[in-house]
Structure formats: C-alpha cells, structure tokens
C-alpha cells in the first residue's frame, strides 16, 4: 500500500473516531416569523459526565442571575428532575457566564416530553444539567423539546452566539445557540461526505496505479 493510500486511510480512521469522541445536545434558538424558536437535538452520553446532585427547576424558560453573573435554562412541564450530571474538574465554563440571557423570561409554549434544566450557579448549584432518570435510555439522554414565543432575541433579551461548554476529558458536550452560529463540532454528515470524498480519493489512485 503506498503512502498515499496509508495517509488518507489514517485520516478518515481518525476522524471517525474523533466523530464517535464528539457527542452531545444542541438547544438552538432562532428567528421566525415574528417568533423565537428553540429546537433540540442530538444525545447525551451521560456516562461520559460526572454524577451530581439534582437541583430543582420550575416551569419553561430562561433565567438570569447578575448577582451570580450566570444563566440558566430549563423546561419541567412534563415533570421533575431526579438526576444530574456535570462535568469533569478543569473543564472551562466560561461560556455560560455572562449575557447570555440578559432578562428572565418565562412562559414559552413548548412541546415534546423530556425535561431538563441546564445551569452553573456555583456555588448554588454544579455546572451541568439536570433531567429525569424516566427519560433516559441506559446511559443515553435525548432531548424533544421544542419551544416558541412571540418577539425577538431582542426584546426577549437572547444575545446571539454559540455557548457551547465541552468536558475536557471526554468531549462530551452541552451547546446553547443563539442564532445562525457555526458549530465546531463536525456534522454527521457533513463528516460522511468527507469520508467518502477520501474513500474516491483512494479508489482513483489505485485504479491510476
């Protein structure tokens, strides 16, 4: 096997499994038609997190506490949570201090039947996210959620951007969006296509041999 053909097989080895290290959810949030919208996907590896203690959360909506200088967000309507994970030590989590949300606000029509909170209000609570053990598949947590309120980001005080908090030892990872922000963590498959992009690269080259 040439060295052409070596090389390109050790890049598409390495991001695969690069692909299988990167996992988590994505709460997204978007403008529509006079609405905001707020979207979830993806799963959540919670062996991948560290077990903490569950903190209590009411309703659907955002939260922000200056005298913490944190955000928090969460939607319990189809119940309560009984568990939370967090995430390794030196892990940064910086993206969730701030402005992100920079009013509280409450009462978004919502659907779907997982239920979560998302917060960092140390020492008041541990950095992570807090869920139902009902609404796990093994070690495995996948967010339906989908929310909806009239206005902007604007007027419903949502500063755009990507705060995205990644365990430093796993890759694990728990993404808020706000707006049409690019995400660093490759696609699905958008990452299939490059792999078959190689696998052709590799293909042509020995047919040319």
Do not use: C
């Amino acid at each position: 096997m040439n060295k052409f053909i070596k090389s390109a097989l050790s890049i598409s080895v390495l991001g695969f499994i690069s692909l299988q290290a990167q996992a988590g959810v994505v709460f997204s949030f978007t403008e529509s038609g006079g609405n905001v919208l707020m979207n979830s996907s993806g799963v959540l590896n919670t062996a991948e997190l560290v077990s903490s203690s569950p903190s209590g959360w009411g309703g659907v909506g955002v939260e922000t506490n200056a005298s913490q200088q944190s955000d928090i967000m969460g939607d319990t309507t189809m119940g309560g949570l009984d568990v939370a994970f967090g995430f390794h030590d030196g892990t940064d989590f910086s993206p969730w201090i701030g402005d992100m949300f920079t009013t509280s606000n409450f009462g978004w029509s919502t659907s779907g039947t997982t239920q979560f909170a998302t917060y960092i209000m140390d020492p008041l609570r541990t950095p992570g996210i807090g869920i139902s053990s009902a609404d796990l598949i093994g070690d495995f947590w996948t967010p339906d959620v989908s929310w909806s309120k009239s206005g902007t980001f604007a007027n419903l005080g949502l500063t755009a951007g990507d705060y995205t908090i990644t365990d430093v030892l796993t890759g694990e990872f728990i993404s808020i969006k706000i707006g049409n922000v690019t995400s660093a963590v490759p696609e699905p498959t958008s990452f299939a296509l490059v792999l078959l992009g190689l696998a052709g690269l590799v293909f042509s080259r020995r047919k040319s041999i």
